[in-house]
Each structure stands twice: as C-alpha cells, then as structure tokens.
C-alpha cells in the first residue's frame, strides 16, 4: 500500500527507481520477520 501510494503522490517529475513508500514497506517487513525470529526461537 506504501509503495503504490507514495508512487502516485510524491514523485518527482522524470523520477525514477525506488519511493519511499517502498523502502519504508521492506524496512517494516524485515522488522516484522525479525520479530517473528525472535520470538519463535525463543519458544
């Protein structure tokens, strides 16, 4: 939702590659599977 959002809203004229949206997407999954790490090996 982030990636397709932030696409659409905030990109620079002729800007290309990665927005934040995107970034901020796989920053969250990866705190999310280390959450999920961490708590599964602790069990």
Same mark, same amino acid.
């Given at each position: 939702?982030?990636?397709?959002?932030?696409?659409?809203?905030?990109?620079?004229?002729?800007?290309?590659?990665?927005?934040?949206? *995107? /970034? &901020? #997407?796989?920053?969250? @999954? *990866? /705190? &999310? #599977?280390?959450?999920? @790490?961490?708590?599964?090996?602790?069990?």
């Amino acid at each position: 939702m982030w990636a397709i959002w932030s696409r659409q809203v905030a990109v620079p004229h002729g800007g290309t590659g990665a927005g934040i949206g *995107l /970034v &901020l #997407a796989v920053v969250a @999954v *990866l /705190v &999310l #599977a280390a959450s999920w @790490v961490r708590i599964a090996t602790h069990r």
